[in-house]
């Protein structure tokens, strides 16, 4: 487990003082992907680069399975960052070595034999996907292949532990879906607690558990990834929901104002499913209940989360208002979230 | 023909010996690569000082690295013919001799080593802190950093930067030559000059060219070999 207990640090520059992280105190289980989402600047680089101590707290302790990392020194400390594996929104791999002196560079540093180096290698690079690279240098690799030299690199020590610092963020959809991919399927495999920082929703709900939001040093909200998509509560934290679940926002706005219009006495109702719920005839055993409700779809999703399924559909009911009342009761009853729009 | 200073008397190659031409080219190719061997080495371990002490807030770290720029900013800006003057006693105390290519070494080295240094410590900054922080994300130590990451990320700009300091240092011998080191500068200023054989002087100057030039294209051809961060 990885817990931050109280953590501060603070920069001081010639103009000011930054609390790039503001008391913070968060846990992360083993064997599980965590999520910290948070607009740039917000503190995300300079909480991850504490739990292995590239930076040392201001105040607050880090601990790693009861080690308070940021007591640790020299040689302790550096035998604890082995077992700490990092990857990098720019890859920071080694241009001068090979695809496999990268992945080796690791074991170098532990002072492996080449036998031993070689072995590892190999599986390493089988397990990213790079068979037949081995002898390509960095300069020869698409940004895809390079985040995956840097995966292969960060796990040759065997880590209990995998930081990502938004290590899909110069990669296009594409490429991030299969470095994504590769990153949950490494946690399948190897079981790693994975920490990873993003600023796209999207990475987390793809592929994290447990997510934290950050804003300006502080953790403003954070939960199960689920729970945080379907009632987020901070500002901060609905913003970047909506951005993920309903990039389109501004056209739903339009048409349900306009709807509101032409029929006044009409309800527009916000459906949020989850889970198996989601495969459930919800809509048409409420249309078969009341056969007086007359029914328009105006926009609906779904989305993939680690979580299970999550959707969102936008409804017009025209009807009799008692109807209506009812209709909306008997939603509430097959626990489907419920929300009435009055005016978008 | 007459005239010793005609235009003519540079092409009267009948006044060069070359036995003598050969043994002063060997002298200072020797002298050169003797002693860009320990700038060289000097270079380096001044450029990781300089490159570790800088940015750092401890005590020692701003005290090393206070003396060692005061040490490489005043060596590097003495003229070098001033240099080898001022380090006679010191020459003769190191080499037992104040004249010849051996006494010529001592000061070669002194002048050229910090200005080598300052081209390793630009070298070592061009290197993206992300990798060295990668490094450090690994667990490597202070020592493994600079032998793993720095000098090997930084290689091209050690060895372009080797070849220019080779490069002056050719042209150090041959001032040195002049007061008495041996080698080409020597042979133009002592056979040549001296003696008004404007032929020695001539072929003196053009063998110390094809020397720079082969230098320069053995650097080049290295650091090309050595650059992997384009496509090739
Ligand atoms: N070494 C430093 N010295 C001074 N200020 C710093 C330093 N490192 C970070 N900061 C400041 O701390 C704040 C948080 O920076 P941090 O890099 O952690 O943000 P981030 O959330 O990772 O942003 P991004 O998404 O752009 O990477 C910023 O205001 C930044 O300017
Ligand atoms: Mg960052």
């Excluded at chain 1, 929104?89 to 992945?103: A, C, E, K």
């Excluded at chain 1, 403003?220 to 901070?234: C, K, M, N, S």
């Amino acid at each position: 487990m990885i817990e931050f207990k109280d953590v501060s640090k603070i920069y001081h520059t010639r103009q000011n003082t930054i609390n790039a992280v503001d008391h913070v105190s968060l846990k992360i289980q083993d064997s599980e992907i965590f999520g910290i989402v948070g607009y740039s600047g917000a503190g995300k680089s300079t909480l991850v680069r504490l739990i292995n101590n590239l930076e040392r707290p201001t105040s607050g302790s880090v601990y790693i399975d009861d080690v308070d990392m940021t007591t640790l020194n020299g040689k302790a400390l550096r035998t604890m960052r082995q077992n700490i594996g990092m990857i990098f929104q720019h890859f920071n791999l080694l241009w001068s070595r090979t695809v496999r002196d990268n992945i080796e560079l690791p074991l170098e540093l532990k002072g492996l034999n080449k036998a031993q180096r070689q072995q590892k290698a190999d599986e390493l690079i089988d397990l990213v996907g790079l068979k037949g690279r081995e002898t390509a240098y960095p300069s020869e690799l698409s940004g895809g292949q390079k985040q995956r030299v840097g995966i292969a690199r960060a796990l040759a020590n065997d880590p209990k532990i995998l930081l990502c610092d938004e290590a899909t963020s110069a990669l296009d959809p594409a490429t991030t879906e299969e470095v994504l991919e590769l990153l949950l399927k490494i946690n399948q495999q190897l079981h790693i607690t994975m920490v990873v920082i993003t600023h796209e929703m999207h990475v987390v709900r793809k592929i994290c558990q447990n997510m934290a939001v950050m804003d300006t040093g502080k953790i403003v909200e954070q939960g199960a990834v689920l729970d945080i998509f379907r009632h987020p509560q901070a500002d901060l934290t609905k913003e970047f929901v909506q951005e993920e679940v309903n990039p389109e926002k501004d056209d739903t706005k339009v048409i349900v104002s306009q709807l509101l219009e032409q029929v006044p006495d009409g309800l527009i109702l916000k459906l949020t499913f989850h889970g198996e719920q989601a495969k459930l005839p919800i809509i048409s055993e409420m249309l078969k209940r009341f056969p007086g409700i007359e029914l328009n779809i105006i926009e609906g999703n779904i989305h993939q989360t680690q979580g299970g399924a999550l959707g969102n559909l936008y409804l017009q009911l025209v009807g009799e208002q008692t109807l209506l009342t009812q209709g909306v009761a008997f939603l509430n009853t097959m626990r489907v979230d419920t929300e009435v729009i009055r005016n978008a | 023909m007459r005239d010793p200073n005609s235009f003519a008397s540079y092409f009267n190659f009948a006044q060069v010996n070359w036995n003598n031409l050969w043994s002063a080219t060997v002298e200072t190719v020797w002298m050169t690569l003797l002693s860009l061997v320990f700038v060289f080495i000097f270079g380096i371990i001044l450029g990781l000082l300089l490159f570790e002490t800088t940015g750092k807030h401890t005590a020692g770290a701003v005290i090393l690295n206070k003396l060692t720029a005061i040490f490489v900013n005043i060596f590097r800006s003495i003229p070098f013919i001033i240099l080898i003057v001022l380090l006679i006693p010191l020459t003769k105390k190191m080499t037992g001799t104040i004249i010849g290519p051996r006494a010529a070494i001592p000061s070669l080295i002194i002048s050229a080593a910090p200005f080598y240094a300052r081209m390793v410590e630009i070298g070592f900054h061009e290197i993206d802190a992300g990798v060295i922080e990668a490094a450090e994300a690994m667990g490597a130590s202070r020592l493994q950093i600079m032998w793993k990451v720095l000098i090997p990320e930084s290689l091209p700009a050690i060895v372009s930067g080797i070849t220019v300091t080779g490069i002056s240092l050719i042209g150090y011998t041959a001032m040195a030559g002049v007061i008495g080191a041996g080698g080409l500068g020597n042979l133009a200023y002592q056979d040549g000059f001296q003696a008004n054989q404007n032929a020695v002087t001539l072929t003196a100057t053009v063998v110390i060219l094809i020397v720079v030039f082969i230098f320069q294209a053995i650097g080049d051809f290295a650091v090309r070999k050595i650059d992997k961060r384009a496509i090739a």
